[in-house]
């Protein structure tokens, strides 16, 4: 049963009674959420909107059959801003996951590198494609390394953290312990197509919500099981950052995002 949490998203649901309809469908029985937040994260780069997290929850609460709202993300460790972060998230009652995120370090140093060497660029380009590229791509490249290198830059670093083999087995987990009677997907990762399919298999009702062009064909291909796909962009109302809202509030935008 849909009850909103706020006025502001009563207020949204009385012009939007579709998409609440809809929601109904999709939450008329026991259902738990997973929100790999890392993948959700950068959706806001495509939709051109931010996801509230205050509000997001919020929405959620507005339906009575939600039992959890499963959230995986790293922190920075040492990183007061990401910690604090993390604990902002816990406060909104999300049941969170949480780990550090590691720092890879990659040498970029070309100096004892010949020009047609692939030993630098096979770090970050996959080898099939680096089978397609001319000799002359490859020495292009490793000058570019080589002008790093003279600006003092000798290691680049990447940051990873993923949560697919935890969503995965929570989920399964959750299944096995009856826990639920329908799964709720915030991701687009093609990792997840297994635990989906064995989740749909099993006769479960499966949700996947995510943003055109961010989802992988493994789990488009799984609409043929009986996969169903929300795109968030109807959410938009319910879920951006206030300011981001056509439905202004009369409250200090700043003071009600945070």
Not at 25 to 48: C, H, M, Q
Not at 106 to 135: C, M, P
Request: net charge neutral; with cysteine; proline share 3%.
């Amino acid at each position: 049963m849909f009850t909103p949490k706020t006025e502001k998203i009563k207020k949204i649901a009385e012009d939007k009674p579709e998409i609440v309809k809809h929601l109904e469908e999709i939450f008329n029985v026991s259902t738990r959420i997973y929100i790999d937040y890392a993948n959700v994260r950068p959706w806001s780069t495509k939709l051109g909107w931010h996801i509230d997290l205050k509000r997001l929850r919020q929405l959620f609460d507005s339906f009575d059959t939600i039992e959890a709202v499963n959230f995986y993300s790293g922190y920075l460790e040492g990183d007061g801003r990401s910690e604090k972060e993390i604990k902002e998230v816990e406060n909104q009652k999300y049941v969170v996951r949480t780990k550090p995120v590691k720092i890879l370090r990659f040498s970029i140093d070309a100096s004892s590198v010949s020009a047609d060497s692939t030993a630098l660029v096979k770090q970050f380009i996959r080898r099939a494609l680096l089978r397609k590229y001319e000799v002359g791509t490859i020495e292009y490249l490793n000058q570019r390394f080589a002008d790093m290198n003279k600006k003092g830059e000798y290691f680049i670093e990447d940051r990873k953290c993923n949560f697919d083999v935890e969503i995965g087995v929570d989920m399964l987990l959750d299944y096995e312990r009856n826990k639920t009677e329908a799964f709720a997907l915030w991701s687009g990762d093609s990792d997840f197509a297994d635990p989906l399919e064995k989740l749909l298999k099993a006769g479960k009702k499966v949700f996947l919500f995510a943003t055109a062009g961010r989802i992988s064909s493994e789990l488009n291909d799984l609409k043929k099981s009986g996969l169903e796909i929300i795109d968030i962009f109807d959410l938009k109302e319910f879920i951006c950052w206030p300011r981001e809202s056509a439905y202004k509030s009369t409250k200090d935008p700043v003071s009600e995002a945070l």
